[in-house]
């Protein structure tokens, strides 16, 4: 034996050093790993012990007695693992439940199956998934060299062995081995099936420290230790854990048995989070929880609980609210609604409120002209044009000057249209020292002489001059160069003094001295005042100066109005406010029949109210109201009117004095665009004996009004005269209204109410002159067929015209759904039976509009007498695009009367109220409803021309309105069964608009009594009502009102509902005696010339007490 080596080479002998010591450290192979190949055993040179004894039960080992052996050329490495090793058998089923398995990050070879040498206990219950192969000696180096750092790292403690080495608890062994993975995070989930056996954890190799944060730590479960069922008798226990220190969590996945942080209850449906026990709750649904890794790779011994504050605030919110349970499918998504809505909706419509405006039911379109050449008025009187955006107007009696670049224009208009005087700005400036004269504002100056006043101008220039000119001879009477170094922005008139105001806020007070009677421009020494800069409202009011500025209305800060009383030295200004917010300030005025109160407009259709004389001397706002919905772009106080002029090119005129503001007059000033300024001539009083108003619009048109409103005044005195230049006769109107619902006519059908409610209807009255059926949902408004259908062929073509013209249907074509035309045709043939033979009627009118249909009959015998016979439609679903809410407007004449009928219908809902109050003001207000009237001038009232539906002598208003009563189901249905029907009209909504709100615009209309149940809802088919899921309270759903300038000119016959079931409505019919008039013109133009004689009388009264209120303010 003397061949063989004694001394292994130093490879082989590092190699089984590391053996022995991989022998005494390492751990067991844990219960249900696969055991493989391992290094042949070998003696320790020099030892007293074998390194490695064959275990009996691990074939992996076999012993050798020869050196020759290791002479031998050791064989290749096998081939790799495959990366899905075949899963190893699971877990000892008696493992104690109190112990958590450990499982490292970074795979740590071992020997042997289960080495005798060691006594320790295994950690790991969680079969290994590793490569059976061996990798190269190299390798082996690495990796046994890396997995003792970690392995020593990840050991909390260790306690001696039987052979002195020191014992890891955590090391299970590995049958193969593999270079380790990268050190990352490692996310672990706990199956299902192991959920109820054992928790996992993980731990990450040595890493990088980060930053600590203050968070709460989250324990490991790796230091707890279970010896059950890995065969081993002897259990040792595990050192006392050291001090646990604070550490930032791990970025783990929440295992089955770590209780999440409870969540909060948002519904009492919710189940409440259990607490926390020994036993696995159940398995929740995978979702990460994202923590932040440790500084190090060091693990304290603890056991798991819940996680923190710090835990939580990491998580993402909770998601919105469910009514389902957790983990359970998500409901489907839900199918967008169709914009089609049925009558019984209860949704309110996107329509925006009304506001709660001034009433305009009873106003006069007619636009009050004024003339200064006896015997003509007329709407192109007179024609004077202005640039609109540099552009300067004044008016003085018949003159009025007109001020541009280039030009000086003084213009008489008693006399012609044609300037008197025209004037070059050249030759103006240059004749006093003025290199151009750029006009940037103008008044005329107070004179003590009557025949001066109005006469001498004051100009204000670009460059900061003053020039006086007189505008009987265009000649410059004086001029002060310089005056002010800023363009000179605003001049006003105070009693004898005179203001000037330029844009760097410096103002110019020129007073005569005691004894001097007027204002002398170059002689007159000026008191300087210092405002703000940069105003963009200015005006003299009762001797102070008001002042407000754009740039200080922002955000949410209201509107500052600055007052100067520039009349007394040193006087400190004052800041105020208006009430609420409001926008930029436009204008200001006073009332003559209202001297206390200063009116103030604003962008945003508001005007605020200031009482004069506050608590402590200055004003203050007592309130606001709004007029309009566009910009009030400026405000005059014109007789006991305030007139106010907007965007639209309306000039309005309101009566103050009750309340809410009631509209008396407003007309078209300025073809439809904006109003730049309102104006009142004050030397007019005295010169011409009228109160002229002068407005400028963006149509760069001056116009002259009659401030006294002459022509209203005598049309209302007119009518009071009527009897006496008119003849009159009735005629018989039946209006039949009813919201079917979708129901075809072949329906009506069965039961005898169905059978005969036409011919009960058709016959309620003797054979009336005027039929007029009105019926919603004639097709269902939630079928998007029906409904696109009607959307994209409900358009008017000139083929529908020329058949129009031919048939004499213009709602009917060959475009028409069937269900309109079979209703056209079971009409027509329901008349032509329940009337006489020998009186034939004739269809005059057809319109339809997404369910809306009106058919008007009128007897053969009037036929000759309807004259002007319009009908048009208005959309008021979704905002005004679509059709399912709307009306349908017809018009006629008979005789000298206009008459208009309504057939509508109305937002839907129980709390829709204000909806259905702006779905009426739109189509009773829209100044372009129907095409002007030129043949029939004296027909409509209020100097209406028939375009707007208020323009008519007398106006029936019918349709499903869709007003409910505020009351409860089981009350009303009780009320409508004890047949005590008037308990519930107190509660009925608009029987409480008309009398509550003064806003209402059906104030004006009248109803008969009701004295039939409520027509609303009903169970189809039969006589109960609503007993669906939503149990709908009944209602006067189907209602007929009427409205005219006489009250004596409509009585109704009756007003009743019919049983046909077929629909959730019933139809109601009413019946009218209506009066027409034909007028004798000769006669009537006697009578106009007694009335005017009048008006001038009272003309000279509203003059002389216009002139006082002017005198007080110290404008004359």
């Not at 055991?35 to 490695?52: D, K």
């Not at 407009?601 to 506050?614: A, I, R, T």
């Not at 015998?861 to 695009?881: A, H, L, P, Q």
């Not at 009773?924 to 100097?943: I, K, Q, T």
Request: charged share 25%.
């Amino acid at each position: 034996m003397d061949d063989i080596d004694t001394a292994p080479p130093p490879a082989v002998k590092n190699l089984r050093s590391k053996f022995e010591q991989l022998a005494v450290a390492s751990s067991p192979v844990g219960p249900g790993l696969t055991s493989g190949f391992a290094p042949r055993p070998r003696v320790v040179s020099g030892g007293s012990h074998t390194a490695l004894e064959r275990v009996p039960d691990s074939p992996g080992l076999r012993p050798s007695s020869s050196a020759s052996d290791l002479r031998k050329k050791p064989p290749p490495p096998p081939p790799p693992a495959p990366r899905n090793p075949k899963p190893s058998p699971d877990p000892s089923p008696n493992a104690s439940p109190l112990l958590h398995p450990a499982r490292i990050a970074t795979p740590v070879p071992s020997l042997g199956h289960r080495s005798s040498l060691s006594s320790e206990v295994s950690m790991s219950d969680e079969p290994a998934q590793v490569p059976v192969a061996l990798p190269s000696v190299s390798s082996l180096r690495t990796v046994f060299a890396n997995s003792s750092v970690a392995s020593l790292s990840k050991v909390p403690g260790s306690r001696p062995s039987l052979n002195g080495n020191a014992v890891a608890y955590s090391q299970p062994e590995l049958t193969g081995i593999r270079r380790p993975p990268p050190p990352i995070p490692i996310l672990t989930h706990q199956g299902p099936d192991a959920a109820s056996d054992s928790d996992d954890s993980m731990e990450t190799s040595a890493r990088p420290q980060l930053p600590p944060r203050p968070t709460h730590h989250q324990r490991s479960s790796s230091s707890q230790t279970s010896s059950e069922g890995d065969g081993v008798t002897r259990r040792v226990p595990p050192p006392r854990p050291p001090p646990r220190r604070l550490s930032p969590p791990k970025l783990v996945e929440s295992p089955a048995t770590m209780l999440p942080p409870p969540l909060p209850l948002r519904r009492p449906t919710e189940e409440p989070v259990p607490p926390p026990s020994s036993s696995a709750p159940p398995q929740l649904p995978a979702r990460p929880v994202v923590t932040i890794p440790p500084p190090d790779s060091e693990s304290s011994p603890s056991t798991p609980t819940p996680p923190g504050t710090a835990d939580r605030k990491t998580r993402l919110p909770p998601p919105p609210t469910r009514t389902i349970a957790l983990g359970e499918k998500l409901p489907p998504a839900r199918r967008p609604a169709s914009p089609a809505l049925s009558s019984d909706e209860e949704s309110v419509d996107e329509t925006p409120n009304a506001p709660d405006l001034p009433d305009t039911s009873r106003s006069s379109r007619q636009p009050p002209h004024l003339s200064f050449r006896a015997g003509y008025v007329g709407p192109s009187e007179p024609k004077i044009t202005v640039p609109a955006h540099y552009g300067q107007v004044i008016v003085s009696g018949t003159r009025i000057v007109v001020v541009t670049h280039h030009h000086l224009k003084i213009y008489d208009v008693e006399q012609s249209d044609a300037p008197v005087f025209n004037l070059e700005r050249r030759e103006i400036a240059h004749s006093h020292g003025i290199k151009e004269l750029r006009t940037t504002s103008m008044e005329y100056r107070p004179c003590g002489k009557p025949s001066d006043r109005g006469c001498l101008l004051w100009i204000g220039t670009k460059d900061g001059h003053i020039v006086e000119l007189d505008v009987r001879t265009a000649c410059v009477t004086a001029v002060k160069l310089s005056a002010h170094l800023h363009p000179i922005t605003r001049i006003f008139r105070h009693g004898r003094s005179m203001v000037t105001l330029d844009d760097s806020g410096k103002t110019l007070l020129f007073t005569p001295a005691d004894d001097e009677e007027d204002v002398q421009l170059a002689f007159t020494p000026p008191r300087v005042t210092r405002i703000t800069e940069k105003q963009d409202f200015a005006r003299m009011l009762c001797g102070k100066l008001w002042t407000a500025s754009r740039s200080e209305l922002h955000g949410s800060r209201l509107q500052t109005i600055r007052i100067f009383d520039l009349l007394t030295p040193g006087a400190p200004a004052r800041s105020v406010v208006p009430l609420e917010m409001v926008g930029a300030v436009t204008d200001a005025t006073m009332l003559p029949s209202n001297p206390g109160i200063v009116y103030v407009g604003h962008e945003g259709g508001s005007v605020s109210l200031w009482s004069v004389d506050g608590d402590d001397g200055w004003p203050r706002c007592v309130e606001v109201v709004r007029v309009a919905t566009s910009d009030v772009l400026c405000l005059e106080g014109v007789n006991n009117r305030l007139w106010a002029g907007g965007r639209s090119g309306m000039i309005s005129a309101y009566d103050v004095s009750v309340k809410p503001w009631v509209v008396t007059n407003g007309w078209m000033a300025h073809a439809k665009l904006p109003v730049n300024s309102l104006s009142v001539d004050h030397y007019g009083i005295e010169k011409t004996g009228r109160l002229c108003v002068t407005s400028v619009g963006r149509d760069e048109q001056v116009k002259l009004w009659d401030g006294l409103l002459a022509s209203d005044w005598v049309d209302k005195e007119l009518m009071k005269r009527e009897a006496s230049f008119s003849t009159f006769r009735d005629l018989t109107v039946l209006i039949i209204t009813w919201n079917c619902d979708s129901a075809r006519p072949d329906a009506l059908s069965g039961d005898p109410a169905n059978i005969n409610f036409l011919h009960d209807a058709l016959t309620s009255v003797d054979c009336p002159d005027i039929i007029t059926f009105g019926f919603q949902e004639l097709v269902d408004l939630e079928s998007r067929k029906l409904v696109a259908k009607n959307v994209l062929l409900g358009r008017k073509d000139k083929q529908d015209a020329s058949i129009a013209a031919i048939t004499g249907l213009s709602g009917l074509s060959e475009k028409v759904t069937t269900a309109y035309r079979k209703w056209y045709e079971h009409l027509v043939m329901a008349v032509r039976l329940a009337m006489p033979a020998q009186v034939p009627y004739s269809v005059i009118h057809t319109e339809s509009l997404v369910g809306l249909f009106t058919c008007v009959f009128v007897k053969n015998s009037e036929r000759m007498s309807v004259k002007d016979n319009v009908i048009t439609s208005m959309k008021r679903g979704m905002g005004g695009r679509y059709g399912n809410k709307g009306g349908i407007i017809t018009r006629l004449v008979i005789e000298d009367s206009s008459i208009c009928f309504i057939n509508c219908h109305l937002a839907a809902g129980q709390h829709a109220t204000r909806a259905r109050n702006a779905d009426v003001a739109a189509m009773l207000e829209d100044h372009s409803l129907l095409p002007a009237s030129e043949n029939e001038p004296l027909a409509y009232v209020g100097g209406g021309d028939g375009q707007m539906a208020l323009d008519h002598e007398i106006v029936f208003l019918n349709g499903d309105l869709n007003y409910r009563i505020d009351q409860r189901r089981e009350v009303i249905v009780a009320a409508v069964k004890a047949g005590e029907i008037e308990s519930v009209m107190p509660h009925d909504q608009l029987l409480k608009e008309i009398k509550h709100n003064r806003g209402c615009r059906l104030r004006g209309f009248s109803e008969g009594p009701l004295t039939f149940a409520p027509t609303y809802k009903y169970d189809r088919g039969t006589d109960i009502y609503d007993t669906s899921e939503k149990a709908r309270a009944p209602a006067w759903c189907d209602r007929v009102l009427w409205r005219t300038r006489m009250p004596n000119r409509v009585q109704q016959l009756h007003y009743q509902r019919y049983e046909a079931n077929v629909s959730d409505h019933r139809p109601v019919s009413a019946a009218f005696k209506i009066t027409v008039k034909s007028l004798r013109h000769e006669v009537r133009q006697k009578a106009k010339a007694e009335v005017q004689a009048q008006w001038a009388v009272e003309q000279e009264r509203l003059l002389q007490v216009s002139r006082d209120f002017y005198v007080e303010l110290a404008l004359i």
